[in-house]
C-alpha cells in the first residue's frame, strides 16, 4: 500500500494528537459477538474522517465481543491466563480494523505489547511517534502485556505514552450520566466531570486504575457518542460534545 503524505492540520483544530479507546463491543453485530465487517467498516469511516482533518491517531480496542476473561474466572479459570486470552483477542480486532481503514486508503499499524511478529509490529514507543508522525494511524493491541489490567488502563498508558492531548472514549451513548439512560429516561447527563467525581460516584467511565492515571498526569478524558458523525470532528475543535473530565 502506497504511504500517504503527512497531512496538514485543520488549523481549527484543538487537538492534534488523540488516544481513541473503543470497546470490543463496537466490532460485533448487533445484539450478538464476533467481528462484523459492516461495523469495522463504519468505525473505520469515521477514523478516516478524523485522520483527513489532520489528526494523529492512536487506538486502543478492547476484546468484549470475542472473550470476557470475568466469564472464565467465574468457572474456575486462572486470572492470568484469562486475561492473556482477552489481550491476544484484542489483536484480532485490532486487525480486522486495520483492514476496515487500510480498504478506505489509510495508511496503519497494529503494535501489540505481546510480541506477535508474523501479525503485528512489537510495541515500541519511538517507532509508535514516529509511524503517528508520519501520518499513519496505530492500533495498539495486546493491552498492557500484563495481566490484571484492563484496555482502559492501556489507552491511559499508551495515551501518556505517545503525548496525546486526550483521551477519547467512544460509546454508543453521548456522555456519561448518573444512571442508565436506556433504563432511567430522567438519568443527568454530566457536561463536565472531575476525576475525583468520577471515582468518587462510580460512575464507570473507565476503571480506577486507568481514572487515576489520568488524574495524576492532567490527561483529559472525553466520552461521546462515535456513531453520531459529527460527535468526534466537533469535540476536536473544541467545540461542547459528550462528557469531559478533567483533573
Request: charged fraction near 25%; proline fraction near 6%.
Amino acid at each position: 500500500m502506497c504511504e500517504q503524505p503527512t497531512m496538514t492540520p485543520d488549523p481549527d483544530l484543538k487537538y492534534r494528537r488523540i488516544l481513541l479507546k473503543l470497546s470490543g463491543e463496537i466490532l460485533a453485530p448487533p445484539g450478538g459477538q464476533g467481528i462484523d465487517p459492516t461495523q469495522a467498516e463504519a468505525i473505520a469511516r469515521r477514523i478516516c474522517d478524523v485522520h483527513r482533518m489532520g489528526v494523529q491517531v492512536g487506538i486502543v480496542i478492547g476484546a468484549g465481543n470475542l472473550w470476557r476473561g470475568k466469564i472464565g474466572i467465574k468457572h474456575g479459570m486462572d486470572r492470568a491466563t484469562a486475561d492473556y486470552m482477552g489481550m491476544l483477542a484484542t489483536v484480532m480486532n485490532a486487525l480486522a480494523l486495520m483492514d476496515a481503514i487500510e480498504r478506505l486508503g489509510v495508511p496503519t499499524r497494529v503494535m501489540s505489547a505481546i510480541e506477535m511478529r508474523a501479525v503485528a509490529e512489537p510495541y515500541i514507543r519511538r517507532r509508535a511517534l514516529r509511524h503517528l508522525e508520519k501520518g499513519r494511524v496505530v492500533i495498539f493491541g495486546g493491552g498492557t502485556g500484563n495481566p490484571y489490567f484492563t484496555t482502559d488502563t492501556a489507552a491511559a498508558l499508551r495515551a501518556m505514552e505517545i503525548g496525546a492531548e486526550v483521551l477519547i472514549k467512544g460509546t454508543k451513548v453521548d456522555g456519561v450520566y448518573d444512571a442508565d439512560p436506556k433504563v432511567h429516561p430522567d438519568a443527568k447527563k454530566f457536561d463536565r466531570l472531575t476525576y475525583l467525581e468520577a471515582i468518587n460516584r462510580r460512575l464507570e467511565v473507565m476503571d480506577s486504575t486507568a481514572l487515576s492515571l489520568c488524574m495524576e498526569h492532567d490527561l483529559p478524558l472525553l466520552v461521546l457518542n462515535l456513531w453520531d458523525p459529527e460527535a468526534l470532528p466537533r469535540a476536536l475543535k473544541g467545540e461542547p460534545v459528550g462528557t469531559l473530565v478533567t483533573p
